[in-house]
Every structure is written in structure tokens, then in C-alpha cells.
């Protein structure tokens, strides 16, 4: 099946600072989702981007489907930041409802 | 818009028994998905219903099961329950045409543990 790949594991900011976090992933792929997941384990939805570029806020995401990778792009981060961001893709064909999760981005921002 | 809602939040049970969870979606997705969360494993697909079909299913043990109904509510069951069992279940809703999976919204989780 399809593999999923996150860096970097640990991030360790101060506030203020930017960061991009990477996923790559080893097939095509007809979704691909960007999550937060907050310390009461809800996953929190921050960009559903097959391919392209949006912008949210601090935050934004390119995915370049032809060269299978994501990148999320957090600015000026803040403490509230914090958390497990996941990369999850869907393989499309008869991959029906299902997401596959790279292991995570653990984010720690400091005051 | 309701989000989509999981009952109960918090679970304590003995190996052996076995238990059953609940999932309301959002109102109008029809797709529901499953997903058990370990420090180990990670995130994995458990399984994928679609009017009341399951469509797609991960590799799990047949102890887990699944169904849903006319509304589109699903239930996931757990028999013979063991330690590693012991897991966050999250479930997820989504519009879904033909063969294509759309954006996915979860709900807050299930938090199972098994004694």
C-alpha cells in the first residue's frame, strides 16, 4: 500500500520563529489532508489540498502531486501551536474512505 | 453545522468483554470511516461504510466489526477484548461520489482501555 513519510519528527521552536514541515508520500494520491491534533487527541482539520497552494491564516500548504511531497508552512508560531500535526493521503481506485497517516510532526513552541 | 459526534468519550473494560462505540456524522455525509490510534501503530483505517455497506477494510482481526444504518450513524464493535486493544477510536465523516473520498472531519475520539 501507500507509504507515508513525515520530518521532522521532533520540531522545537520559540515563538515567533517560521517552520515547514514535510510529507512525502510514495504513490499517486486523489487527497491528502493536513491535521493538528490537539492534547485531548481531536484531530483538527487545517487543509484538504490534493494539489496546489492554500493559505490559512499563519498557516499554508503546497502539494506537488507530480513530485509526490506536501509542505505546511507555519509563520510567526505561537505556543497555542503546539501539538501532533499529521499528514494523511487517500490513494483514490478502491481506497474508498480510507486515509493513510504519516507518523506525525511533534511541534513544541516555547514562550 | 453539527460536527461529528462519538459515544461514549472514555471506556473501561476487561479483557474479554467486548464492547460497542458510536459515531454520528456530520448531517448529509454518508461515508463513515474508523480509525484506532495506539503510540505504537499510529493512526490506522480499521473501516470505511457507505449506505450502509461496508466498502473497505483495514488489517485488522475479524473481533472488530462494524455496521451503519439508514441515517447514516455507525457502530464499531470490539469482541474479546485484550490489553492491546487499549487505544484512542476515532471516527471520521465525509462526502463521498463514486469512487472519489473527499475532505474527512473527525470527531473527538473514543478512548478505550482495557484492564
Known amino acids: 500500500g501507500i507509504q507515508v513519510e513525515q520530518s521532522p519528527p521532533d520540531l522545537i521552536l520559540q515563538e515567533g520563529a517560521n517552520s515547514t514541515l514535510r510529507c512525502n508520500f510514495s504513490?499517486?494520491?486523489?487527497?491528502l489532508q493536513w491535521f493538528h491534533q490537539n492534547p485531548w487527541g481531536q484531530l483538527i482539520n487545517l487543509f484538504y489540498i490534493p494539489s496546489g497552494t492554500k493559505q490559512n491564516g499563519r498557516l499554508s500548504a503546497t502539494t506537488v502531486a507530480t513530485e509526490r511531497y506536501s509542505l505546511l508552512y507555519i509563520s510567526s508560531s505561537q505556543t497555542t501551536d503546539s501539538g501532533v500535526y499529521f499528514c494523511a493521503v487517500n490513494a483514490g481506485g478502491t481506497s474508498y474512505g480510507k486515509l493513510t497517516f504519516g507518523q506525525g510532526t511533534i511541534l513544541t513552541v516555547h514562550p | 453545522k453539527a460536527g461529528v459526534t462519538q459515544t461514549p468519550r472514555y471506556l473501561i473494560k476487561t479483557r474479554g468483554q467486548q464492547v460497542t462505540l458510536s459515531c454520528s456524522p456530520i448531517s448529509g455525509h454518508r461515508s463513515v470511516s474508523w480509525y484506532q490510534q495506539t503510540p505504537g501503530q499510529g493512526l490506522q483505517f480499521l473501516f470505511e461504510?457507505?449506505?450502509?455497506?461496508?466498502?473497505n477494510k483495514g488489517n485488522f482481526p475479524g473481533r472488530f466489526s462494524g455496521r451503519q444504518f439508514s441515517n447514516s450513524r455507525s457502530e464499531m464493535n470490539v469482541s474479546t477484548l485484550e490489553l492491546g486493544d487499549s487505544a484512542l477510536y476515532l471516527c471520521?465523516?465525509?462526502?463521498?461520489?463514486?469512487?472519489?473520498?473527499?475532505?474527512?472531519?473527525f470527531g473527538p475520539g473514543t478512548r478505550l482501555t482495557v484492564t
Open positions: 471520521a465523516s465525509s462526502l463521498s461520489y463514486g469512487t472519489s473520498t473527499y475532505e474527512q472531519y
Open positions: 504513490d499517486s494520491v486523489n487527497n
Open positions: 461504510y457507505f449506505s450502509e455497506t461496508q466498502r
